[in-house]
DNA sequence: TGCATGAATGCAATCGATTGCGCCCGTGTT
DNA sequence: AACACGGGCGCAATCGATTGCATTCATGCA
């Protein structure tokens, strides 16, 4: 027969009943730090009973006594983004043999809910904070973060003038590998279609635009803010685009807004890359399968995920990183979606 | 200046002296529920202190009262399968404005990998589990699972002889539809690759699919197993029917595997639609990007993980739902991978 | 005036673990 | 034989909340 209460489950005081001692001695000669303190004789007993009962620490009541929750919160736009499946994998699969578990708080770029979901964050006391929200200037939830005392780690964006670390791609040098492409395969006129500018990564993307067209003999670049990085969006600024200029390649702010321009192109029956080439921005999971195989610069997702774990503990362990900056190394990975300009 | 101790945060005891109570009153003018019982002055003083001090309740300790972690787990096999982030989402939203927060746990269709994480989760005592790796048959964690007393539903997969509910999308009927479709069309040899045989989805939409070829003038079918639920393995699959059949159409289990067909047709310069069709399941995210766009069977993955959130917390709340079964209903929508048999 | 009543609040136990401190006792030293 | 020492454990406080029960005090009623 099952226990009355469902939910009551073994505890150190169950344990330590059954092996004939105090739960103190049954806490001390689990944990393999303070074991030494313990007979060897009466370890084995505790060990015994313990396994015998089934018993599993409680790591809440842990927490609460030591202060330390052992969870991570992981604040990200999307879950369905499919830029960030992988970089949580990255977080998980670092903080869990680690004894680390990651909560996960969706914002959907809105205030309310960032401030909703950080509330909950503090209410369960989480350790540290992996924020991969891209908002730039105002960073309210940051600063109430920094004021509780949290330790955060950036992921993809900056933290402005707060000292979080950040772990980021090398975006600029990623945008100007697509500019190189572009401008070996002979395009001249090139449109970017930049992200929200009001994220640190467009801003950063745009400018390593500018600058990369402007070094180059006879490109000629303008920038197209869209209204998110959403391929709707993406397919709306193109739309804009085709109606008042005609450029033969376009680099995307990332992937889902490359999807936008390639469905715009379909809708106005314009080849890709026969009429117009398209680079796009993260590899994301599929870009190889769509029509046609994007190019786009492939962005270590995973290990910046687990980076900025690593960091995030490291700092909890005392390490001192402020302002830290990791930049991972990106690559243009060429697909079917560029082409030689049109003549 | 900050406070020495980083970690420290606002606890109920500093509200109660800032407001001249006791932390029992303290607790009970902020909780709505008992506020009744305190005078309507202290209620507001109160009030006026916690917010002046920036208090959040820890939700850890609470829970450690209460017996109630107000966390539900979330056990499914790969969070980079663009399958799961959209249920995930649908469970997370449901959750969130409850009060209840969910814990991600990963297990790559890997047994010990599993344990692992449901010890992690039983560690932090769940309060309930929702269980979406489709696994058949054997199911150690799921009976310890029944043994600890955690209530759990199962989200497409089924519990065994375990009591357990199960929230589906209605397999049997969008398989149906896809033969249908592709009957339609005149193709009469049709290769259906299905999921490895030990996952219950799989095997229902194996059934479903013999049952429906057999159902239908002239038509043959037979059945190839994919060793996983992935590209690579649809691709696999797919070299070995190409290898010794001349199917004019594929029925593929999930759309990674249908991705992994259409690689394959590739790969032999054959044409899809024009020599082979090809119908996924599930309409993943960007499944109309793909090359060509894929026809497939539309699963509410999200409403799926809403539904599967509200029965569990039904459940938490004594609702008697052993065994109960949610199929919701799916819908084929045809794209370009399908055309007309060759003749 | 005396006492029952009930509203408002305080006290202290409790949830499940960790940990500083002190007790007990066996051993070694002188 | 007396005592210091230290290994092995137990006691009890603690973390931050909740909650049954006790207490206080004002009010109403006889």
Redesign the pocket.
Known sequence: MPQRDST?????????KRA????????????P??A????????RRVREAASELG????I????????ASMTIGVVIPDLTNPFFPPIVRGIEDHLQPRGYTALIANTDGDDAAEAAQFTTLL?R?VDGLIVATGRHGDQPVLERAHEAGVRAVMLNRDAGSLPYPLVTGDDATGVTAAVEHLHELGHRDVVHIAGPLDLSTSIVRADAFRTAVAARDGMRGSVVEASALTVSAGRESMEAVLADEAPTAIVASNDLIALGVLRALRAHGLECPGDVSVVGFNDMPFAEDVQPPLTTVHVPTTEMGAEAARMLLAQLDGEQQDHARIVLPVSLVVRDSTGPAPR
């Open positions: 009551r489950r073994v505890t150190l005081d169950d344990v330590a004939g001692v105090h739960k103190a001695t049954v806490s001390r000669a689990l944990d730090a303070t030494g303190l313990i007979s060897d004789e009466t370890v018993y599993v620490p409680n809440v009541a842990r927490g609460l006594r030591k202060n209410g006391r």
